[in-house]
């Protein structure tokens, strides 16, 4: 490392072999600041993953992500909001074994939020579990008044206790996301680095635009994140490219390295932060959190 790279560039160029000065999505690097402490947060930040596409990395960031702002001393919330209950999974809870979970949140009001909520390994991140119950309050929800709102109700029971919180979507634009949608401050959209992966975004836009004008006029876009990369192909470079093209300055600094690092620490049951904490792809998560952070000045 020369005297002048500064150390957001060194964390890039461990994180996705990219030269010094131009980062891997093809513009300069910010220089950005290492995060302080919270602020005393009394109403946390909302962020939901989504995109409706599975398989994109909306499960690996919000651990990654949580876990890595969690260690910049936020207290952070994950909401486990699909009934595959992966990101339960990947922070060790069993959803199975659930005799209570968010859907017991959304459609009863016999259950405080707090007895569902279970700690995760990491300080300071905790877990708000779902298992397959939720896939029939989808259904459920539907005759209920307010149905769009459910989940903006249950999270505004715990928003005092937390900086930020992030909400893990099914891959699906139905009602479940649109709860999501209405409840977040911010829409964070991973994308993968594969060729139709721009397809599904003008819908994904339209249904984000639809919930800003009917339901949740303060929701903003956080970031594209480019996920899944392989900086050896062509074609990883030029989806990136793209996706740059088409939302500039919306598109995330930080891309996620495609390795198998992940779903390792599926199987671990813990974010790779805690699972291998100096490698690329923890580090790219690190600096993810910098730049929301950045992006979300008070959070
Ligand atoms: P989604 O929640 O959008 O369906 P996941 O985060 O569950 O996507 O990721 C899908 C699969 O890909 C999981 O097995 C996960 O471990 C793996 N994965 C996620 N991110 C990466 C990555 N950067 N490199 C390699 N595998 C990844
Ligand atoms: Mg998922």
Same mark, same amino acid.
């Given at each position: 490392m020369?005297d002048?790279?500064?150390?957001?560039e060194?964390?890039?160029?461990?994180a !996705?072999?990219?030269?010094?000065?131009?980062?891997?999505?093809g513009?300069?690097?910010?220089d950005l600041?290492?995060?302080?402490?919270?602020?005393?947060?009394t109403?946390?930040?909302i962020?939901?993953?989504?995109?409706?596409?599975?398989? !994109?990395g909306?499960?690996?960031t919000?651990?990654?992500?949580g876990?890595?702002?969690?260690?910049?001393g936020?207290?952070?919330?994950l909401?486990d909001?699909?009934?595959?209950?992966?990101?339960?999974?990947?922070l060790?809870?069993?959803?199975h074994?659930?005799d209570?979970?968010?859907?017991?949140?959304l459609?009863?009001?016999?259950?405080?939020?707090h007895? %569902?909520?279970?700690?995760?390994?990491?300080?300071?991140?905790?877990i708000?579990?779902?298992?397959?119950?939720?896939?029939?309050a989808?259904?459920?929800l539907?005759s209920e008044?307010?149905?769009e709102?459910?989940l903006?109700?249950v999270?505004?029971q715990?928003?005092?206790d937390y900086?930020? %919180?992030?909400?893990?979507?099914?891959?699906?634009?139905?009602?479940?996301?649109v709860n999501a949608?209405?409840?977040?401050?911010?829409?964070?959209?991973p994308?993968e680095?594969?060729?139709?992966?721009l397809?599904?975004?003008?819908l994904?836009n339209?249904? %984000?635009?639809k919930?800003?004008?009917?339901?949740?006029?303060?929701?903003e %876009?956080?970031?594209i994140?480019?996920t899944?990369?392989?900086?050896?192909?062509?074609?990883?470079?030029? !989806?990136?490219e793209?996706?740059?093209?088409?939302?500039?300055d919306? !598109?995330?600094?930080?891309v996620?390295?495609?390795?198998i690092?992940f779903p390792?620490?599926?199987v671990?049951?813990?974010?790779?932060?805690?699972?291998?904490?100096?490698?690329?792809?923890?580090l790219?998560?690190?600096?993810?959190a910098?730049e929301v952070l950045?992006?979300?000045?008070?959070?």
């Open positions: 020369s002048t790279t500064t150390e957001t060194a964390l890039f160029e461990v !996705v072999d990219a030269g010094p000065v131009l980062g891997p999505t513009r300069p690097l910010p600041p290492e995060p302080q402490p919270p602020q005393g947060v109403r946390a930040l962020i939901a993953m989504c995109n409706q596409k599975g398989g !994109v909306k499960t690996t919000a651990i990654n992500l876990a890595a702002l969690a260690e910049t936020r207290r952070v919330l909401v909001f699909d009934p595959q209950g992966s990101l339960s999974v990947g060790g809870v069993n959803p074994t659930l209570t979970s968010i859907y017991n949140l459609l009863t009001r016999d259950h405080d939020v007895d %569902i909520i279970v700690s995760s390994v990491v300080e300071g991140l905790d708000l579990p779902a298992n397959i119950d939720l896939s029939a989808e259904v459920q539907v008044v307010a149905r709102q459910t903006k109700r999270l505004t715990v928003r005092g900086d930020i %919180i992030l909400i893990d979507c099914a891959p699906s634009l139905g009602l479940l996301t949608l209405t409840a977040a401050d911010r829409v964070l959209m994308l680095c594969e060729f139709f992966a397809r599904g975004l003008a994904l339209d249904t %984000i635009g919930v800003q004008d009917r339901l949740n006029p303060e929701l %876009i956080v970031g994140l480019g899944m990369y392989d900086a050896r192909t062509l074609h990883s470079r030029e !989806v990136l793209r996706v740059v093209q088409a939302f500039g919306k !598109v995330f600094h930080t996620i390295r495609r390795t690092k390792e620490t599926t671990a049951g813990e974010p790779i932060t805690t699972y291998a904490s100096t490698s690329p792809g923890a790219a998560y690190r600096m993810l910098r950045h992006r979300c000045p008070g959070a």
